[in-house]
């Protein structure tokens, strides 16, 4: 019961920062990271996608994220998109790391601070993220029946669906 209640709490933590996060992007010039998002996203599509499009397209991926996280709807497919996300936030680091450090050894800009946050989001997700348990027709698990060929036949194509 305790875990559950953990979960459910960081679960909805993490929508709450998606949603408010996205909301922001819908208001021009309105979110502090509306330009390094901009700018990233020019970066990532090669310019293909106009940079008012992508920030839609962002706000509306944060905030559907936050509707999921919050409300507890496919919770797996979540965390998997938000680890998309998350890992796309780490772009910066790479194609401006004038923005993201400062002039001291290992010192961050507040651009720096803002994408190292998400380090903890990350961490979060992870531990949010479900296995799913692969029954056969008795309901026991099958990592606790008996290893004939079908058994391993279904655990292997589990395997490639938990990723």
């Not at 305790?2 to 408010?20: C, D, H, P, T």
């Not at 803002?114 to 692969?134: D, F, H």
Request: hydrophobic fraction near 50%; include cysteine.
């Amino acid at each position: 019961m305790r875990k559950y209640i953990k979960e459910n709490l960081l679960a909805i933590s993490v929508g709450l920062v998606y949603f408010w996060f996205g909301a922001l992007k819908f208001v021009p010039n309105l979110s502090p990271a509306e330009d390094l998002a901009k700018s990233t996203m020019h970066q990532l599509t090669f310019g293909l996608i106009p940079d008012g499009v992508s920030i839609f397209l962002l706000a509306f991926w944060e905030v559907g994220l936050g509707f999921l996280f919050v409300f507890g709807f496919f919770r797996r497919q979540a965390v998997i998109m938000a680890l998309a996300h998350m890992v796309c936030t780490f772009a910066p680091l790479f194609f401006f790391p004038g923005d993201v450090f400062g002039e001291a050894p290992l010192s961050l800009t507040l651009v720096g601070q803002y994408i190292m946050k998400n380090l903890i989001i990350m961490a979060v997700l992870v531990s949010l993220y479900e296995r799913k348990k692969v029954f056969e027709k008795s309901g026991e698990p099958i990592r606790k029946q008996k290893y004939n060929l079908s058994n391993r036949i279904l655990i292997g194509k589990n395997l490639f669906k938990k990723v």
